[in-house]
């Protein structure tokens, strides 16, 4: 995607999934109103779309400082919550600097291709697993959920996958019971 983008994310979505603006503003309303319901505030009629690479960049920089979670939570609320353009470099080194990163070595890394090989190692694992939009859970490197999701929906794909998970005994029968110590042959 270009850093600067025309259209707005509803005409970016009725693209990408082939569905009409109105689809694409009601699906998005209810992801929406979904993270309102866990406090999150979204504005996506002013959202402002662009090429998150180097957002993606700078979350990996401040990895190397211990700060990828707080860096992430900024981006993520400076994109969704106040419509910044987490494209424009110097709106990534103003928030940055909010979480605790220097300015100069931030914009140093955003002037180079620093951190871009790591970006696009996560994004071919990515492919690997068949991500192609976010959110997306990966769960054991087995199981996915896609898209946002109720929090039933967690529950009980939790609930099947620990059920799938466990441990199943083939023979019920009482046989030889070995640890380090050796083997013990059950008396009958």
Do not use: W
Request: charged letters at 30%; one cysteine or more; proline letters at 2%.
């Amino acid at each position: 995607m270009e850093r600067d983008i025309k259209e707005d994310i509803y005409e970016k979505l009725a693209q990408k999934y082939g569905m009409s603006i109105a689809t694409a503003k009601a699906n998005t309303q209810n992801m929406v109103q979904m993270a309102k319901e866990v406090g999150l505030e979204y504005h996506m009629d002013t959202l402002i779309l662009t090429n998150t690479f180097d957002a993606h960049r700078l979350a990996m920089f401040a990895k190397t400082q211990g700060l990828m979670k707080e860096m992430t939570e900024r981006i993520l609320r400076a994109y969704y919550t106040e419509s910044k353009h987490i494209g424009d470099h110097e709106t990534l080194m103003e928030l940055a600097v909010e979480v605790g990163l220097n300015r100069e070595a931030v914009e140093k890394m955003l002037a180079s291709d620093e951190m871009a090989d790591v970006v696009r190692t996560d994004e071919q694992t990515a492919q690997q697993y068949g991500v192609t939009g976010v959110p997306f859970y990966l769960i054991n490197k087995k199981y996915a959920l896609t898209g946002a999701q109720p929090t039933e929906v967690f529950v009980q794909a939790l609930k099947k996958i620990i059920a799938e998970d466990e441990i199943t005994a083939l023979n019920n029968q009482d046989g030889v019971i070995c640890d380090d110590d050796g083997c013990e042959i059950p008396k009958k």
